[in-house]
């Protein structure tokens, strides 16, 4: 049986949980570089937690300048077992407004300009991303905020752009005709890299605004979306504190198969692999590279 410690990813606008006990910040150290702050380890409702804010405290960190390596690595590193991953997105569907949460199930990654995986030559390792993320974990949250009564939707796709700017009006009208539900910056690798280190991860998305496709965007102030990510900050520690008694209880081995994404995924030959590469994967990848 697994004893689970919650690792928890905190978007804009949440840089720490309340509630949390014994709360103490530990530098982690990770062969990728440093993470994007200290982590926060603590327990809530006696389950251990480690609190990572995605962008560090204070937000100086761009979403395609996240060491996003360093920060799933330091979770593993730190016994981690599922990461409940908290983002404020844009809407690209009109039933899905500012205030809404959407337990999303697909990415469309559309980033270019960051380290995509801990594998490459010397170790090379393809994993299935087929199904990115835990449903075991998914219905966890979607039970959470319907015991909140939060404004929820269960599934739906994240298209995740590079940034830092925001889309042109032709770009949002296609990512809604391909029909994707929300817009971000941050999901992308998080999502993958959690994959290859046999994380159980979930995503959180939580509407700000409507992206610019919306006859209204024009009219929506930054004082209107920062209240609503204040307000969304406010509700998604609620929906943790809510969530992680039920995650904490034993379990046997993750159902969706999350914990053995690497079983069949590394093709380079034993004699053939990196020696310094292997080292640099002790934490992500041990379990099926020790020895």
Known sequence: MIEPVIGIIGGSGLYDIEGLEEKTWQQVETPWGTP??????????????????RHGRGHPLSPTHLNYRANIDA???????????????????????????????????????????FFGDGVVAHVSMAHPVCSRLGDALEGAARKLAL????????????GPQFSTKAESELYRSWGCSVIGMTNMPEAKLAREAELCYATV???TDYD???PDHDHVTVEAVVKVLLENADKARELVRTVVPTLGLRR?????????????AVITATHMRDPALLEKLDAVAGRILAG
């Open 36 to 53: 994007s702050d200290a982590l926060l380890f603590g327990r809530l409702g006696g389950v251990r937690c480690v609190f990572l804010p």
């Open 75 to 117: 979770l593993k590193r730190s016994g981690v077992t599922d990461v409940l991953s908290l983002s404020a997105v844009g809407s690209l569907k009109a039933e899905l407004p500012p205030g809404h949460f959407v337990i999303v199930d697909q990415f469309i990654d559309r980033s270019f300009a960051r380290e995509k995986s």
């Open 151 to 162: 404004p929820v939707t269960r599934g739906g796709t994240y298209l995740v752009m590079e």
């Open 205 to 207: 998305a939580m509407v």
């Open 212 to 214: 610019c496709w919306h």
């Open 252 to 264: 046997s081995l993750c159902a969706a198969g999350c914990d053995r994404a690497l079983d069949n």
